[in-house]
């Protein structure tokens, strides 16, 4: 009982900060790894029919979902650590999500986070992932505004229509989905890019930047790191650029097996 008083105490001085104007991230950051620890010796992930009270998994949930969303809070800092922390997060919350939903009260935060969830697998490229992740959504929740809009993403990266998805870059549900749709753009931009460097020997720089959806100045931090050089011409040169050249069919082999398979039939026959 002493365990989960403190755990309270705690939640509550994060929820306390979380709620600010101005959050300190280091501070709920400290009360979070106490959290991490005092959830531990209570029944926050119950496994089997061990009694465990509405009250113990609904606090744990709120912990969590706090937690999910300092994760995001903190990607400007470091996105490594940001995508990490966040990707442990859900798979906690899935659990209450999915597995106790009959069980709990709904959260009010419960599809932000799982459209967060469906986005952060699309920008780290994890279509497979993906569509496992959406399996699990009932037909009906397909059209809440959270879930609605990475899936509508995905749909745009199948057919290639790129500039859709940078369009929607302005129409996100939710400003916590900035984080993964920079990553997005920035993995489509990746993409293109290559596909520039084995598809042209030089491309103009306003060329460039039309095919890479970026401004004149996203396009010079782009090149650079990409260490793309601008010559005088104002071209971008790709001939440094290793291509990889088609291997040529194997014709005569090709046509032997062919005349081979022929002749086996015409004995058959």
Request: aromatic share 10%; charged share 20%.
């Amino acid at each position: 009982m002493a365990a989960l008083k403190n755990v309270i105490s705690l939640y509550e001085n994060l929820k306390t900060e979380w709620s600010k104007q101005e959050i300190n991230l280091d501070l709920c950051e400290n009360y979070l790894n106490q959290l991490k620890v005092g959830l531990t010796e209570l029944m926050f992930l119950p496994t089997t029919n061990a009694s465990a009270s509405v009250q113990e998994l609904v606090l744990a949930r709120n912990i969590l979902e706090i937690g999910a969303f300092h994760s995001i809070a903190i990607g400007t800092k470091d996105p490594q650590l940001s995508f990490d922390r966040f990707e442990r997060y859900m798979v906690q919350l899935k659990c209450y999500y999915l597995d106790y939903k009959s069980d709990l009260p709904e959260s009010p935060y419960k599809y932000q986070l799982l459209g967060l969830n469906l986005l952060y697998l699309l920008s780290q490229n994890r279509v497979a992932e993906f569509h496992t992740e959406l399996e699990l959504l009932p037909p009906n929740q397909l059209d809440n505004p959270y879930i609605r809009h990475p899936v509508s993403l995905e749909q745009y990266l199948m057919e290639g229509t790129y500039n859709k998805i940078f369009l929607a870059k302005g129409n996100v549900p939710a400003q916590s989905y900035n984080l993964f749709m920079d990553k997005l753009l920035e993995t489509i931009r990746g993409e293109i890019g290559t596909c520039l460097e084995k598809a042209y020997n030089k491309i103009s720089l306003p060329g460039a930047a039309r095919m890479l959806y970026s401004d004149p100045a996203q396009m010079h931090e782009y090149a650079n790191q990409k260490k793309w050089v601008l010559g005088p011409d104002k071209f971008y040169h790709f001939s440094n650029v290793e291509k990889k050249t088609d291997e040529p069919l194997p014709a005569l082999e090709l046509a032997a097996q062919a005349i081979e398979y022929a002749r086996e039939l015409e004995m058959i026959v």
